[in-house]
């Protein structure tokens, strides 16, 4: 099936979206956090608010990936400095292994050439292994390490992984 990528802009579909942010982050992360922590990220970073506060005054975007109508992930990404940030990538349980993460780093890798961007970046916590392996197979190769404190008591405990894009410059 193929994947549409609507952006993210009304007050509703960001309410869609903090909602589909908290199911898959309660379903996919119990394993590598605990459960407060993932309830004080998704406040801190996935909450209408907090998605509202980015879209508006820090530069994110947000996409939802559709099927048929109906949203079975969202990627969040943020363009600084000749870098295309891939600050969100999540997919429902149900929908994983079925080529959709595929076609959505098709769909950012075509944004950054669109874009004139040569590097596509993002964090994933060091104990993910199935997310980096998933990333290391579409491109991306660990720079460096990086623990940053989130407050609350916790931190992110993250590679930094990048991909080049490659575009041709127009003659």
């Not at 943020?78 to 993460?101: C, D, N, T, V």
Request: aromatic residues 12%.
């Amino acid at each position: 099936m193929k994947l549409v990528f609507p952006k993210v802009g009304t007050e509703e579909e960001v309410t869609s979206l903090a909602r589909l942010a908290s199911d898959i982050w309660h379903e996919y992360y119990h394993f590598i956090i605990s459960v407060e922590q993932i309830d004080y990220m998704i406040g801190k970073f996935q909450s209408v608010p907090a998605i509202t506060d980015q879209i508006r005054n820090q530069g994110y975007e947000y996409y939802f990936m559709n099927v048929n109508g109906s949203n079975i992930g969202y990627v969040g990404i943020k363009q600084e400095e000749g870098k295309l940030l891939l600050s969100k990538f999540y997919i429902q349980k149900e929908h994983r292994g079925q080529g959709y993460a595929s076609q959505a780093m098709e769909f950012l890798v075509n944004l950054c050439q669109t874009r004139k961007l040569s590097v596509m970046w993002l964090t994933v916590n060091r104990h993910n292994e199935v997310s980096i392996a998933v990333y290391e197979k579409k491109g991306f190769r660990t720079v460096r390490t990086q623990v940053a404190d989130i407050g609350n008591g916790f931190v992110m405990d993250d590679y930094i992984m990048e991909k080049e894009v490659v575009w041709e410059a127009s003659s």
